[in-house]
């Protein structure tokens, strides 16, 4: 952590009537409203009450750096967000920009650090990384901050929870596996597939549930949410009974599928890190958060969507490779990687190191 906070600046004036700020400001603009009972309610408590043990809100001639005041807007941003930015270069400030969309579209602000959810690896930008998603803190809020540790059985237990199936493994998935071989075609099938429950995460979970080498925990969904969203609203009771399910299912599976959906990126991906559970990671070519200083391949069993088929193989594979006390060492690694780089406040404690 640094130990001079960064000075930084930014205008009310670049939000558009009605969005929302960005999260880097809730230490000193407030959070945004939460709806009480909805999930990941409450994920940006702490950094909100420390932020300021990191940044110092100053005005624009003394600043270190600019913040867009609010996320970037799919489809090109707004005429406020671009007056920012423009008032931002004239000034010779470094400027962030948050993204977090399910949109790869190209962000034409040139210099500008921009952080994004989804985008494609091979076809970043030099001033584009990796955002993490946030959700709740699941071992704060439902287990008292006390990491519970797997003991390491003799096959792995893979969880999932969510939209999907396995019946039935049909010869499309040997067709997938070929398709996938093939760099456009492939992330045009990945895309296509990634919201149907005959789709891309389908697809793994049948080449995992026909292995007699794992023992699979599926618990899957045949709507979105399990049918709690309605209209577009949270039916509360119903949400708290899913997310209680599915997050059992978390805590009782040694991994957890994590693959892409709409956007090129997975939102359980870092669920599975702050549980200090393992992900099954599928690489479709994702950009990761602060890749130039964290070896992702140390917390993750990583699989390249080319070799979706022989997913089984590899998880037995790699669970056999880990002695009982590095199984469980690893459990605590990815718990301490998601605290200090990846939690709200592990994220902008870490975010000077793209100023340096």
Known sequence: MRRTKLRIHADRSALAPG????????PFWG????????????????????GRELFELTSLAEADVTVLAGEWIAGGGTPQAYNYCELSRKMGKPLIIFFNSDSDEEIPIDGAII???????????????????WPEDFVGVYHSGNLPIRS???????????????????QANVVYNILAKIP?????????GASSSMGFRSTILRF??????????????????????????????????????????????????????????????????????IPLFIDTDCLLPF?????????????????????????????????????????????????????????????????T
């Open 115 to 133: 952080f994004r959810t989804s985008a494609y690896r091979s076809r970043r930008r030099s001033n584009e990384f990796g955002l993490p998603a």
């Open 19 to 26: 969005q929302r700020h960005v999260a880097m400001l809730y």
């Open 291 to 355: 890749d130039q200083w964290i070896n992702w391949r140390d917390y993750c069993l990583w699989v390249d969507k080319t070799d979706i088929a022989h997913i089984a193989e590899r998880l037995a594979a790699f669970h056999k490779s880990l002695s009982s006390v590095a199984f469980e060492e690893l459990q605590y690694s990815i718990r301490h990687l998601w605290l200090d780089w990846l939690s709200p406040m592990g994220f902008f404690s870490q975010i000077h190191r793209y100023l």
């Open 184 to 192: 456009l075609v492939s992330n045009l099938t990945i895309r296509k």
């Open 208 to 277: 995992l549930a026909r292995s007699s080498e794992v023992q699979t925990n599926f618990l899957l969904r045949k709507r979105f949410w399990n049918g709690a969203v309605v209209n577009g609203a949270f039916d509360l009771k119903r949400a708290q009974q899913s997310r209680a399910e599915y997050i059992n299912n978390m805590f009782d599976s040694d991994y957890i599928v994590c693959a892409r959906g709409a956007g090129n990126f997975s939102f359980r991906f870092y669920e599975v890190l702050c549980s200090g559970r």
């Open 31 to 50: 959070k945004n409203l939460e709806i009480a009972g909805e999930p990941d309610t409450g994920r940006f408590n702490e950094y909100t009450s420390h």
């Open 152 to 170: 390491k059985n003799i096959k792995p237990v893979v969880g999932y929870c969510g939209y999907g199936t396995i019946h039935p493994f049909i």
